[in-house]
Every structure is written in structure tokens, then in C-alpha cells.
């Protein structure tokens, strides 16, 4: 099957997908998606294709980010997923071992990664190809500090967007000790900025000794050619000492169009000292999304002012809820200053909430 429609038929093809119960291999480009076909492709898979095994379904996601909040009601027989055609707020939480035992190919966006998703995903028993891609984490940390091995049968990995930090420290198993073929990207001013543009603190010295190939991405925005070129030499220094000499090889993307000139200062800032003045009575809800915050690896404490003009407590406090939850997900854990400021002109709730509110 490999349907590629328009809107219309999209919607109606993401509605009656969920009738085909017997289906065992899905394969469609969807494209022109709203976020209510989104939801009903959502649950046309997770609610009824029980006997699903391979799923792959490309496209050109919402940038807003779809949340998979129902879960998989028992163990499922699916062993390939790709899911181009969607950028998920997290990683979901029926994408465990327990569900998802036979899973051996997994390829998502996860707007958000955490370390602990890489924990979860490392414990996935078949899994042998991973490809994640994500827009606001731009260091992936895998750490292992027990005695279970993570991604046991993993070979090919590629984490898109992102640089990868292995951590073993106190590990009593190594990690990935399959791994052929690993794909990732270097922020070059993150990493400066961040202060880990480093061969031991990325901990490339811990790469397994299967490794065969290894293919970086080099986003060289906002950076000098010396930073430039001492990421580079770093990467290289790690393919020459690795007791396995694979393939090594890296990519410029956008050449040196988008790097500074030897006489310019970097445009970020990233500040130690992040603020934000929140207006609740914006049109759209892009003004509660403080996942930038993730793209700033020096903060410290994140200010955030909210606007109460004509706004009901509800909104205050989903506001004021996507601000922690920024704070709770950066690696950095800064603290976090609520101000709000109009609350004399907040919207009140109608009579009858009144009442129940009293009583």
C-alpha cells in the first residue's frame, strides 16, 4: 500500500486505516496533514492494527510537534517503525521493551530527547538499526552506570541534528558493543559554547571496538574557521586512536557561507541569564513553547514574565507549566523565576464556576 494523497484523501485515509485489522506491512507518503489527521492516523494505528509488523510512513511533519499519549493496550508484534510524517513533542511512552520486544528498526523525530529516553530505547532487546532526529536537543547523552548492557544488537545508528556524548563512567558493560555505523552532527558553537568541544568529554574514546564507519555532520553557523577546523581534527584524532581504524568521514553542509569572518564576534549570545515576556492574548500558541531554551547551553536561571491581561487562570498556569517543563528537561537544570504582572485584569470564571468554587 503506498498512497499518496491530498488533504481530503489524507483524512479519510488516516480515519478508515483503522478498519484494515488483518494489515501486517504499512507502507505510505501522507503529506498536507493537519493536526486532527495527525490524531486520527495516531489512533487508526495504535487502537486497532494489532497485527502490525512493519510500519513506514514518510512525509513532511508539523512543525508544532504531535504528542502520542495513547499507549499500545498489550504487547505488539511490530518489528520495523518509521515515522516520517511526524515530529513528536517526546518520546512515547508505549516505546518500551515490554511492548515493543521484537522492534528492530526504529526511525522517529523526537522534538525533545532526554537521557533517560536513551535509556529506555538502549533497552529495546532486537533493536539493531536507530535513526532519531531532533530539533531542540543538541547533545544526546548515553549513559550507563549499571551492569545491563544498553543497545545490545545495535549496529547502525544515526542521530540527526545532534551530537552524541557517551558517558560509561562507574559502567560495568560497555555500550552499543555491536555498533557498525554511527551518523551524527556537531554544532560547532554549541559545543564551544557549551565547553565540550573536547575528544574525552564527548567520550569518543568509548566508541565500541565493531565500529566500521563514522559519517559527522558539521554545522558550522556562527563559528570561525580555526573552531571549525579544531572540530574537525578532534573527530579525525578519534577515527586515528580507535583500535578499529573505521571509515571517517565528515560533511560541510553549507560550506563556509553561513561561518564568521576572522573580525566577527558570534551572534548568540546564549546568556547565562535567559528572559522571556509572555503575552497570553497572542492568536497562536507558539508563545508557550519554551523548548528554545534547550539551544542555549550556558543558562543558568530562565526569567519568564506573564502578561495576566485578560487572561483566565487556566492559561496563567499552562503557561507558567510549559516554563518548568523547559527548566526540568535542560541538562543545565536552571532555575526557574515566575513573575506574573495584570493579574487586577485577569479574566474571572462565569457565576455558575463561582458557585463551585464556594461550595
Known sequence: MDPVAGA???????????????????????????????????ESLLGNLQKIQSVDIFGSPLERGVTWDAGFASRWRLRHLNLECFELSRLPASVNSSLLPNLSHLDMKVQVMQE????????????????????????????????????????????????????VQ??????????????????VRFLKDADLLCFKKLGLVNLPSSLQRVTVEINS???????????????????????????????????????????????????????????????????????WLLMNPRVEKFCVSINCENASLEEVEEAEAAARYAVDVHPNCPTLELVRYGEDK??????????GYLS
Open 221 to 291: 553557523w556562527d563559528a570561525h574557521d580555526t573552531e571549525v577546523e579544531e572540530a574537525e581534527a578532534m573527530l579525525e584524532h578519534a577515527a586515528i586512536v580507535h583500535p578499529n581504524h573505521p571509515i571517517f568521514q565528515t560533511t560541510r553542509p553549507f560550506g563556509k557561507y553561513i561561518m564568521l569572518l576572522p573580525d566577527q564576534e558570534p551572534s548568540s549570545t546564549n546568556p547565562k541569564v535567559d528572559r522571556c515576556d509572555v503575552n497570553l492574548r497572542k492568536n497562536d500558541g507558539d508563545h508557550l513553547d519554551f523548548r
Open 346 to 355: 485577569m479574566v474571572l470564571p462565569n457565576p455558575q464556576q463561582q458557585v
Open 8 to 42: 481530503a484523501s489524507t483524512r479519510r485515509f488516516a480515519k478508515e486505516l483503522g478498519n484494515l485489522r488483518e494489515l501486517r506491512v504499512l507502507r505510505a507518503s501522507i503529506y498536507a496533514v493537519d493536526e486532527s489527521t495527525e490524531r486520527d492516523l495516531m
Open 116 to 167: 533517560q529516553d536513551m535509556e529506555t530505547l538502549g533497552r529495546l532487546p532486537e533493536l539493531r538499526c536507530l535513526v532519531l532526529d531532533s530539533r531542540y536537543t543538541k547533545v544526546v547523552r548515553i549513559k550507563n552506570t549499571g551492569s545491563d548492557c544498553y543497545f545490545k544488537k545495535l549496529r547502525f545508528f544515526t542521530m540527526g541534528s545532534s551530537s552524541i556524548l557517551f558517558d
Open 170 to 187: 562507574g559502567s560495568e558493560c560497555a555500550i552499543m558493543p555491536s555498533l557498525e555505523s554511527l551518523a551524527f552532527s556537531v554544532h
